[in-house]
């Protein structure tokens, strides 16, 4: 017997009717794992609580009817029958009433692929999830319309799995999505946070922004990516305007939210430093630190971590170092600047930038992996402290304790990294004392 049997068996057998319901069951007919279960029961979260006893329970939400019962390392969120109320806040449901009906449960639901119940071999599917999911798309459970306005957060989740599964939106959730569009401002920064942050690392990130785009929710959200759009780069070495090639660069990227992130941004101070050269090009220098700029303000607006941010603006302010050939002194320095996990990042971010372009040569990015490999054990690259000398040494010879002795170590910290002198403690105590003299 499964943990998921066991629990079902036991809510049955003390009377109450129990079905699995929600994302496990979707992704059953999807044939894709899940380990997140949802169970909606009869019973009421005391009772719940009661047949459970003798396991590890969490009561994560009493008030809407949700205990969490652990058996096994394993998490079963078991739900009360409800049909909600009103939704005042646009959000949260006013208050819960809970029901003895199944299909009273279901019908409160957002979209019909999360509105099924199965029950000892029996499908219970009343508006249809089993065929959408054939037919691979998101349609609202009932009138879009009021789904949409009792919780705007669905919005996001329907772009998010039309994503995720591949599938289309519905004609109907569309139009009540871009025609409510106002309402994302009655959402949470950290919900919209969260949303964006699957959407962007899904399958499908580029058709996803696309949808943002058309149903007028990019520009409430990331107005700088969606000003992009129609942006004529002028450059001979772009096909695509400024929008259309970021998105490019978005889906050439790998599934990690810093990389995609950044290559979203990529390019969006271009529209400000945009100007056309003699020759009819399009130039847009010093791009990249605007563009970081601008991510890191509206990162920072959406709630996203510290870390996050200075790490995906680091890659922004970077993405341009691959113009110029890597050398071994390159590298090392591009190592130190954003990290040795972050700068196979970079080269992600640069490499889906360069193919989202006319000009497909990656050699330069081939030869900084192998720079990369061949640097692995350098301590230059490696050690956050590597000079051979520090301040009391200096001090020692004659240096004044301060901001004198840290503008000298930054001075060699270059030198040495430049390969202009040796890191041997005595030759760099030589240049302090010559440079003291």
Same mark, same amino acid.
């Given at each position: 017997?499964?943990?998921?049997?066991?629990?079902?068996?036991?809510?049955?057998?003390?009377? +109450?009717? @129990?079905?699995?319901?929600?994302?496990?069951?979707?992704?059953?007919?999807?044939?894709?794992? !899940?380990?997140?279960?949802?169970? *909606?029961?009869?019973?009421?979260?005391?009772?719940?609580?009661?047949?459970?006893?003798?396991?590890?329970?969490?009561?994560?939400?009493?008030?809407?009817?949700?205990?969490?019962?652990?058996?096994?390392?394993?998490?079963?969120?078991?739900?009360?029958?409800?049909?909600? #109320?009103?939704?005042?806040?646009?959000?949260?449901?006013?208050?819960?009433?809970?029901?003895?009906?199944?299909?009273?449960?279901?019908?409160?639901?957002?979209?019909?692929?999360?509105?099924?119940?199965?029950?000892?071999?029996?499908?219970?599917?009343?508006?249809?999830?089993? @065929?959408?999911?054939?037919?691979?798309?998101?349609?609202?459970?009932?009138?879009?319309?009021?789904?949409?306005?009792?919780?705007?957060?669905?919005?996001?989740? *329907?772009?998010? +799995?039309?994503?995720?599964?591949?599938?289309? &939106?519905?004609?109907?959730?569309?139009? *009540?999505?871009?025609?409510?569009?106002?309402?994302?401002?009655?959402?949470?920064?950290?919900?919209?946070?969260?949303?964006?942050?699957?959407?962007?690392?899904?399958?499908?990130?580029?058709?996803?922004?696309?949808?943002?785009?058309?149903?007028?929710?990019?520009?409430?959200?990331?107005?700088?990516?969606?000003? #992009?759009?129609?942006?004529?780069?002028? @450059? !001979?070495?772009?096909?695509?305007?400024?929008?259309?090639? !970021?998105? =490019?660069?978005?889906?050439?990227?790998?599934?990690?939210?810093?990389?995609?992130?950044?290559?979203?941004?990529?390019?969006?101070?271009?529209?400000?430093?945009?100007?056309?050269?003699? /020759?009819?090009?399009?130039?847009?220098?010093?791009?990249?630190?605007?563009?970081?700029?601008?991510?890191?303000?509206?990162?920072?607006?959406?709630?996203?971590?510290?870390? &996050?941010?200075?790490? @995906?603006?680091?890659?922004?302010?970077?993405? #341009?170092?691959?113009?110029?050939?890597?050398?071994?002194?390159?590298?090392?320095?591009?190592?130190?600047?954003?990290?040795?996990?972050?700068?196979? /990042?970079?080269?992600?971010?640069?490499?889906?930038?360069?193919?989202?372009?006319?000009?497909?040569?990656?050699?330069?990015?081939?030869?900084?992996?192998?720079?990369?490999?061949?640097?692995?054990?350098?301590?230059?690259?490696?050690?956050?402290?590597?000079? =051979?000398?520090?301040?009391?040494?200096?001090?020692?010879?004659?240096?004044?304790?301060?901001?004198?002795?840290?503008?000298?170590?930054?001075?060699?910290?270059?030198?040495?990294?430049?390969?202009?002198?040796?890191?041997?403690?005595?030759?760099?105590?030589?240049?302090?004392?010559?440079?003291?003299?």
């Amino acid at each position: 017997m499964t943990d998921l049997e066991f629990i079902l068996n036991k809510l049955e057998d003390n009377g +109450f009717k @129990s079905y699995i319901v929600g994302g496990y069951l979707r992704d059953k007919y999807l044939n894709k794992s !899940s380990s997140d279960v949802d169970i *909606a029961t009869l019973a009421r979260p005391s009772e719940i609580k009661e047949i459970f006893k003798d396991l590890k329970i969490i009561d994560i939400g009493k008030k809407f009817g949700t205990i969490k019962v652990i058996k096994n390392s394993k998490e079963f969120e078991i739900t009360t029958f409800r049909s909600d #109320m009103d939704y005042k806040d646009m959000r949260h449901p006013d208050k819960i009433k809970f029901s003895n009906s199944i299909y009273e449960d279901l019908k409160r639901r957002d979209f019909t692929i999360n509105a099924m119940a199965y029950r000892k071999k029996e499908l219970i599917d009343p508006f249809g999830g089993l @065929s959408d999911i054939n037919d691979k798309v998101i349609r609202a459970v009932g009138d879009a319309n009021e789904r949409i306005k009792e919780d705007y957060l669905r919005a996001l989740r *329907a772009i998010r +799995f039309a994503a995720v599964l591949d599938f289309s &939106l519905d004609e109907d959730l569309f139009n *009540a999505i871009r025609q409510l569009n106002q309402n994302i401002s009655y959402i949470s920064k950290e919900r919209i946070n969260v949303e964006l942050s699957k959407i962007l690392t899904s399958k499908k990130p580029k058709m996803a922004i696309e949808l943002l785009r058309k149903t007028g929710l990019l520009k409430k959200l990331l107005p700088e990516v969606d000003d #992009m759009y129609g942006f004529d780069q002028h @450059s !001979s070495f772009h096909d695509y305007d400024l929008y259309t090639h !970021s998105l =490019k660069v978005l889906e050439n990227t790998k599934e990690d939210l810093i990389t995609r992130i950044a290559a979203l941004f990529h390019d969006t101070g271009k529209i400000e430093t945009f100007f056309i050269d003699e /020759r009819g090009e399009g130039r847009f220098f010093g791009h990249q630190e605007l563009s970081s700029k601008l991510a890191q303000r509206r990162l920072r607006k959406l709630k996203f971590s510290k870390d &996050l941010i200075n790490r @995906s603006s680091v890659l922004i302010s970077r993405h #341009m170092d691959n113009t110029n050939d890597y050398t071994r002194k390159s590298i090392r320095k591009l190592i130190r600047r954003v990290g040795d996990k972050d700068i196979y /990042r970079l080269l992600d971010l640069q490499k889906a930038d360069i193919l989202a372009t006319n000009h497909n040569d990656l050699s330069n990015i081939y030869k900084a992996y192998e720079l990369i490999e061949s640097l692995k054990d350098d301590e230059l690259s490696t050690k956050k402290n590597f000079l =051979k000398i520090n301040g009391h040494e200096l001090i020692k010879i004659g240096y004044q304790e301060g901001k004198e002795i840290g503008k000298l170590l930054e001075e060699l910290n270059n030198m040495v990294l430049d390969e202009r002198i040796e890191n041997d403690k005595k030759t760099l105590l030589k240049y302090a004392k010559d440079k003291l003299n």
